[in-house]
């Protein structure tokens, strides 16, 4: 049990590593939560930095949700850890311990952690991903959509209760950190693929 909480508060901590912060600064860019979108990801990133760093910052946010899951898993431990462990690795992404608990929207993250849950679901959430932001050039749509149909994938693959009702409360989460993207698809205001937004300083970070 102690093991049990130890480990779900480290996945927490892992998750809280914000990349995207870090590998501005140590890059020399400026706060991502002050440019473009406000949000701490890779798309955002992408869209002032390049793609060079919003690659690294992709991997950096995938990888924390994948390796407290996978370290877990490989540990035989039970669906209630698994899913336990899943969402502190996306929580701390979401509100991180030591950035004022104003995080990024988690995508990244909740792909990492649905490879280690099962990497067949995973690569189908990825193609779900991929298929939507080819066709439509929105990522925020695509993340979305990958979203919604995440929890029936998982079912799919791993057919735990536990695991379910984690997915469920992940998808929920990532549908409301995406909410001021909805707002903007059905203004038409949203930015597609391949189209850099003009940078804007502000002081005031930003959670969405």
């Known amino acids: 049990m102690i093991t049990a909480i130890i480990t779900i508060f480290i996945a927490y901590l892992i998750g809280s590593l914000s990349t995207a912060i870090i ?42 949700g994948l390796l407290p899951v996978l370290v877990v898993s490989l540990m035989d431990a039970s669906p209630l850890v698994i899913a336990l462990t899943s969402a502190a690795a996306f929580l701390g992404h979401l509100y991180p ?9 988690g995508v990244a993250t909740a792909l990492g952690v649905i490879l280690a849950i099962s990497w067949l679901a995973g690569l189908t959430v990825l193609g779900v991903w991929l298929l939507v932001a080819f066709a439509l050039r929105y990522s925020s749509l695509a993340a979305l959509s ?56 502000t002081t005031k970070s930003k959670e969405t």
């Open 23 to 64: 590998a501005c600064k140590l890059s020399g860019l400026p706060d991502p939560r002050g440019q473009g979108s406000g949000n701490p990801g890779a798309t955002n990133v992408l869209r002032f930095g390049g793609k060079k760093i919003a690659v690294i910052v992709l991997l950096g946010d995938l990888i924390k």
């Open 97 to 105: 311990l030591f950035f004022g608990f104003k995080g990024g929207k």
């Open 146 to 201: 990958a979203s919604v149909a995440a929890p029936l994938i998982v079912w799919f693959y791993r057919p735990d209760i536990e695991l379910l009702l984690m997915m469920i409360g992940m998808s929920i989460l990532l549908v409301f950190r995406h909410r001021s993207n909805i707002r903007n698809l059905r203004q038409g205001k949203e930015s597609k693929i391949g189209r850099k937004k003009k940078p804007h300083n």
